[in-house]
């Protein structure tokens, strides 16, 4: 089974913090995303990278930067958090190999994070 | 407009019934279809996949696709309070590896 996690479920922070979400996934894929989902708005793609050392803007990557060192690491970074980056963070990958179905998307657990 | 439109419900059935959710899209080009399944607090979960037009099925859930409306849906039958959960359809083009998404539909079945 596919495996993403992320290192936190819940976090609080205070505006102009620096934030660090990591993702980790155990499956070698090539294809990492960071989604926020907001009530009403759905997910909305922040960042993907499609390989090591590189990354493509989503459609709202303002405020956000990403950084991927490792196949299998992908972390967003808030540079200096603010109140409407309160949200749910999920992390995803996919193959850009085989089968079709090895296309789909995999979840991580989400990050609920706050900013006070 | 949205590239996707899914209605955000809230649906709510009792347990048995057979649950009809929708997606409407605009873009010719997406071939790939999903579903996922969202429970509270947790992280989206591949439910069902379809490549371009027809129909799947596994267990109680069927996927349809009618490229000729841009239209896809799932159906749940027999529902349980288990199948209490946010369920988000997903398409993809042939080509590159973004997904779109609906809204999501809240759906809650009760016992």
């Known amino acids: 089974d596919v495996k993403v996690t992320q290192s936190s479920r819940y976090l609080v922070k205070r505006t102009g913090e620096k934030v660090f979400l990591e993702c980790v996934q155990d499956?070698?894929?090539?294809?990492m995303f960071w989604y926020r989902q907001d009530p009403g708005l759905g997910l909305r793609l922040i960042y993907f990278s499609y390989d090591v050392k590189m990354k493509e803007k989503g459609d709202i990557p303002e405020g956000y930067s990403v950084s991927r060192e490792k196949k299998e690491r992908f972390s967003l970074i808030l540079e200096s958090a603010s109140t409407n980056q309160t949200s749910m963070y999920l992390c995803a990958s996919s193959s850009f190999y085989g089968t079709k179905y090895q296309e789909t998307q995999y979840f991580g657990p989400g990050t609920r994070l706050l900013v006070l | 407009q949205k590239e996707v439109e899914q209605d955000p419900g809230p649906l709510s059935v009792p347990e048995g019934a057979i649950v009809s959710l929708n997606c409407t899209y605009s873009n010719s080009a997406f071939q790939y279809f999903m579903w996922y399944r969202q429970y509270s607090r947790k992280g989206p979960e591949l439910l069902m996949y379809t490549y371009s037009s027809g129909n799947k099925e596994d267990g109680r859930f069927t996927a349809q696709v009618d490229k000729s409306s841009k239209y896809i849906s799932l159906f749940i039958r027999d529902s349980q309070p288990s199948d209490s959960a946010t369920y988000l359809c997903a398409m993809k083009e042939t080509s590159g590896s973004r997904l779109t998404f609906g809204e999501g539909t809240q759906l809650t079945v009760n016992p």
């Open positions: 499956m070698d894929h090539e294809n």
